[in-house]
C-alpha cells in the first residue's frame, strides 16, 4: 500500500500568514488522485481539495492544491482564524486508500 | 444533500464484537460507495473497508479477516462488524460515503465526499 508522510507534524503560524503542508507518497501517486481534509476537534474530516488541485464546493479560494507524482502540496495563502485545524492527506489511486498522519496548523 | 448519522461501538472487552451502523439520509445507496474509516486517540485516519449498494465489498487487507460489512436498503442504512477486537482497535469510527464516478473515484478507490459524526470505540478489559 502507498504510505503517505506529512510534513510538518505541526505548523505554528498566525492569523494573516501563510501555510504550506507537504504530503509525500512512498510510491506514485496516479491520475494525481490526491485528496486534502480539514479536521477540527471532535468534527468528522471536511473535504477541501481533490484531484491534487481541485477545490471542493464552497471552499474558500484561499485555499488551493498542487503537485504530482509523490510530491503534493496544501497552500493555504492567507489564515483565517478558522483555518486553525488538522489537514489529512489522503491518496485514492490505488487500493487501500490511505491517508497521512497529519498536520496540525495551530496559532502562534 | 446526503447526509449520515451513526451509531453503535462503546464500550467493548477483548475478544468481543465492535458493531455499528449508519444510517443514509436524503439519498438512496445506489450511486455511493459507503466506507469505514477509524482514527486512534491522537492519530490518523485509517480506512477499514467499503460496500456498495448492491453489497459487493472491499476491505483493506490487513483487516479482512476480521470485518464484516453489509448493507440494508430497506431501511438506507449499512453496517460494519468488526470481530477479535483488542486495545488496537481502540479509536473513533466513522462511516463515509463516497459519491461514484470518475470525479471523485480512480478505478481502484474513491475519496470521501460526506462523513458521520464519528462514534467512540473503547476497548479495555
Known amino acids: 500500500e502507498i504510505v503517505l508522510t506529512q510534513s510538518p507534524g505541526t505548523l505554528s503560524l498566525s492569523p494573516g500568514e501563510r501555510a504550506t503542508l507537504s504530503c509525500r507518497a512512498s510510491?506514485?501517486?496516479?491520475?494525481?488522485?490526491l485528496a486534502w481534509y480539514q479536521q477540527k476537534p471532535g468534527q468528522a474530516p471536511r473535504l477541501l481539495i481533490y484531484?491534487?488541485?481541485r477545490r471542493a464546493t464552497g471552499v474558500p479560494d484561499r485555499f488551493s492544491g498542487s503537485g504530482s507524482g509523490t510530491d503534493f502540496t496544501l497552500t493555504i495563502s492567507r489564515l483565517e482564524p478558522e483555518d486553525f485545524a488538522v489537514y489529512h492527506c489522503?491518496?485514492?489511486?490505488?487500493?487501500?486508500?490511505?491517508f497521512g498522519g497529519g498536520t496540525k496548523v495551530e496559532i502562534k | 444533500q446526503v447526509q449520515l448519522q451513526q451509531w453503535g461501538a462503546g464500550l467493548l472487552r477483548p475478544s468481543e464484537t465492535l458493531s455499528l451502523t449508519c444510517a443514509v439520509y436524503?439519498?438512496?445507496?445506489?450511486?455511493?460507495?459507503w466506507s469505514w474509516i477509524r482514527q486512534p486517540p491522537g492519530k490518523g485516519l485509517e480506512w477499514i473497508g467499503e460496500?456498495?449498494?448492491?453489497?459487493?465489498?472491499n476491505y483493506k487487507p490487513s483487516l479482512k479477516s476480521r470485518v464484516i460489512m453489509s448493507v440494508d436498503p430497506s431501511k438506507n442504512q449499512f453496517s460494519l462488524k468488526l470481530t477479535s477486537v483488542t486495545a488496537a482497535d481502540t479509536a473513533v469510527y466513522y462511516c463515509?460515503?463516497?459519491?461514484?464516478?470518475?470525479?471523485?473515484?480512480?478505478?481502484?478507490?474513491?475519496?470521501?465526499?460526506?462523513w458521520g459524526q464519528g462514534a467512540l470505540a473503547t476497548v479495555s478489559s
Open positions: 489522503q491518496q485514492y489511486g490505488s487500493s487501500p486508500a490511505t
Open positions: 510510491q506514485r501517486v496516479s491520475g494525481s488522485y
Open positions: 484531484g491534487a488541485y
Open positions: 436524503g439519498g438512496s445507496l445506489s450511486g455511493y460507495y
Open positions: 460496500i456498495s449498494h448492491s453489497g459487493s465489498t
Open positions: 463515509a460515503g463516497s459519491t461514484a464516478g470518475r470525479v471523485y473515484c480512480s478505478s481502484s478507490s474513491c475519496l470521501f465526499d460526506f
